[in-house]
């Protein structure tokens, strides 16, 4: 929604006629899966008396905590070594593999996935409200507009560029934590950049001019943007693919729930407290999650807990031979940083869904927004509220993302096993297991029903919203369509973001980041221009203008629902078979 270990984006890959390669230096129980497509297409490259003895390769997670990779994105798929048949060192491969260091099963005490169940579920909370606190202190910001402005003597536009240059940081930060996080483990990452978001707190409450305030703003968005581009891996660490939905879903709701809050918290802090105690409040806030994460949230990033395995190994036996496989990796940090800065935007120009997609997604977090001004306007001019009711009044989009998130399992989960039901019998295939993915019969097009829903109802909650304000209307009908678009959002959301993790399985990370770069980009961009938007057209008419905007990418969806699999054969990025 935005990452570890072979499972993933394993599955995605294994019902497309994949290949499994069995590897020592990977988990017990989890198969490394390359696409049959990516064998098939390598040139013969062994003679005869030359065979293929070992095979390299990495586990990594992406940007945003959905997928785990099996290859280095951009990298050889195989790292083949060649040995000629005979050779000592074919021997001595096979006794390191003896030596490299695996989890003994789920059960094993090391891997994250025999922690109990409350333990799991307490980390998700906990790293679910840090990405909380995070986003909140995005929108939290907009409602100290009417004291810093006379303080600082300033415009409402250059105060606006607070809101937009701590959501620019927020969609920069991933392209360097995200890859860092694979050399260094979740753990590190997430407290030196949680320590780092706090100490930037600390100017903006007690900066003594607004050029302070925004160079602030903006470096605490970027620290900030770990639990965006890292934590959603933590809840894949923990949770096998069966029970992964639930506790995904959680994690992803919370940076979109966020902004919301935001109002809801700072409506009343800057009713009846000054402006400063806005970013008080959210270090203390932010304090309390670090505190949080020091003595709760373990690291979880399975090579990094193999190399600390091995290193307890090493310790106990005084055999230096016992090896993880993310030691024995040849691996560069610029080099990783720079195809994390690259790939997601060769996706966003070659891969028509990826573009259009990541489109639809960003003009949606842009609207949500550009609203912490709109909403200001309308309630405050057309129903005399308060700065407090004001806050109040997102009560509606965020009732409707909670009642979203709350439909997904019972309506979109039984969906989509239809759907595989149906794809299964027209193939003839025996009864479908527990894994529609692992059996083969799912296909990426069938993630996007709540995003074809979702495409429907935003247009219709933003026309609905747009003629409902006029005074003569009662307040609470604006609200309402509000929480109509509200649902249409999250429903999008969801599916758009499970659809480019198994439309682009090796490149998951990539698209994930493309799209968070997307969003980013026009919630930066949407509140630069929304007043004076509605300023200029009119409350009616500029909401209006979202919706039309909206309802011109509403086709995407289903479009590639319908044909997604025809666009795929032709693609270069996405899984075609």
Request: hydrophobic share 45%; with cysteine.
């Amino acid at each position: 929604m935005e990452k570890e270990e072979g499972e993933g984006l394993a599955y995605a890959n294994s019902r497309h006629n994949a290949k499994p390669i069995k590897e020592p230096g990977l988990e017990t129980g989890h198969q490394h899966i390359t696409p049959a497509r990516s064998i098939q297409s390598q040139p013969p490259r062994i003679s005869p008396s030359i065979t293929r003895t070992s095979t390299r390769s990495r586990l990594h997670g992406g940007h945003d905590g959905f997928s785990i990779f099996g290859q280095d994105e951009g990298s050889d798929e195989d790292v083949t070594a060649q040995v000629p048949e005979g050779d000592p060192e074919k021997k001595r491969d096979t006794d390191e593999g003896k030596f490299r260091v695996k989890f003994n099963g789920e059960t094993d005490p090391m891997s994250p996935r025999s922690m109990g169940r409350l333990r799991k579920w307490s980390i998700v909370l906990i790293v679910s409200l840090s990405s909380l606190c995070v986003t909140c202190t995005s929108s939290l910001y907009t409602f100290t507009y009417t004291q810093i402005i006379p303080e600082f003597h300033t415009s409402e536009e250059l105060a606006t560029l607070g809101l937009s240059i701590f959501v620019a940081g927020l969609g920069l930060g991933p392209m360097v934590l995200a890859p860092l996080s694979e050399f260094y483990g979740r753990r590190l990452v997430y407290i030196v950049s949680y320590i780092f978001f706090i100490i930037w707190l600390l100017p903006c409450a007690l900066a003594p001019n607004l050029a302070t305030l925004l160079v602030a703003r903006f470096l605490s968005g970027l620290s900030g943007s770990a639990f965006l581009s890292v934590a959603g891996g933590t809840v894949g660490d923990m949770f096998t693919r069966a029970e992964l939905s639930t506790p995904m879903m959680v994690y992803t709701a919370s940076p979109f729930i966020g902004p919301e809050v935001g109002p809801l918290i700072g409506g009343f802090i800057n009713q009846y407290a000054n402006w400063r105690w806005s970013f008080w409040v959210l270090m203390i806030w932010a304090g309390v999650q670090l505190t949080l994460i020091v003595l709760f949230v373990p690291e979880t990033y399975h090579p990094v807990v193999l190399r600390n395995k091995a290193r307890k190994l090493r310790k106990e036996t005084g055999d230096q031979r016992y090896k993880a496989q993310i030691e024995i990796m040849d691996r560069s940090i610029p080099k990783k940083i720079m195809l994390s800065c690259t790939r997601p935007f060769e996706l966003l120009f070659l891969e028509p869904m990826c573009l259009n997609l990541c489109l639809l997604s960003a003009i949606l977090l842009g609207i949500i927004y550009l609203f912490f001004g709109a909403f200001t306007l309308v309630f405050e001019n057309n129903h005399d509220f308060q700065l407090w009711q004001i806050g109040l009044t997102f009560l509606g989009i965020f009732a409707g993302m909670i009642i979203g998130i709350g439909c997904n399992s019972f309506l979109w989960d039984t969906m989509y096993l239809r759907l595989c039901k149906r794809e299964q019998e027209r193939r003839g295939e025996e009864e479908m297991g527990s894994d529609p993915g692992a059996s083969g019969a799912s296909e990426p097009e069938f993630r996007l029903p709540p995003t074809i829903a979702g495409a429907v109802l935003v247009p219709i909650g933003l026309f609905g919203f747009a003629w409902t304000t006029y005074p003569s209307v009662h307040w609470i009908v604006p609200i309402i369509s509000s929480g109509i678009f509200g649902l249409g959002t999250v429903w999008c959301f969801s599916g758009i973001f499970t659809f480019l993790v198994e439309c682009y399985p090796l490149y998951a990370a990539s698209a994930l980041a493309a799209n968070s770069f997307a969003r980013s980009s026009f919630a930066a961009a949407f509140p630069l221009f929304g007043v004076q938007m509605y300023n200029k057209l009119g409350y009616q008419w500029a909401t209006s203008l979202l919706a039309f905007l909206a309802l011109a990418m509403a086709p995407f969806p289903y479009i590639f629902y319908k044909y997604g699999k025809r666009i795929r054969g032709k693609s270069r990025f996405a899984i075609s078979i």
